[in-house]
């Protein structure tokens, strides 16, 4: 035996240790962060019980492809119904109070607009006083009212249209 092939034989030896030596270092990092991501998956899937995550996910898209066509087939006509029907509710309000007699304080009466997108509604106005109190209502339509609209009358519709005009 020559020495020369002593030396390459040693030399491919040590490189074979090395490499070897290598492989089990990697071999024990890959089998650590394997553990962790085993335990980051049991704490996932704890409390599934022996439903996998697969079957999770098709049931919730199911859940949610049902929810979208109960909101579409449910849920959108009714918001365009109510859509539709807003303009005629009364949801234009103003107020006013007011000491109708000089001599009355804290001011004790009022008047009250009450009208929707076209101006159709009423005026409700009271009056008190220390023996008595009234209570006027008034209709309103298309802006115009039955009967002469007081000042305060006047005010509280206009308070009630300000917003609507």
Known sequence: MDLN???IETG??????T????????????FILQMRLRRKYNRFMHGLGKVDVETLMHRYAEDLQGLK????????????????KLPST??????????AFEHMGNLMSFSIAAVDDQKNGFVLTGIYNRDSSYVYGKEITAGISNKE?????????????????
């Open 149 to 165: 609209l007081s000042k305060e009358e006047k005010e509280a519709y206009g308070r009630a249209t300000k917003n609507n005009s």
């Open 90 to 99: 009364l949801r234009n309000v103003g107020m006013v109070n007011y000491n």
């Open 19 to 30: 490499a070897f030596a290598l492989l089990f270092v990697l071999c024990i990092i890959l």
């Open 69 to 84: 066509e109960h909101v579409q087939s449910k849920t959108e006509p009714r918001i365009a119904f109510l859509e539709q």
């Open 12 to 17: 491919f030896l040590w490189i074979a240790v």
């Open 5 to 7: 092939t002593v030396n």
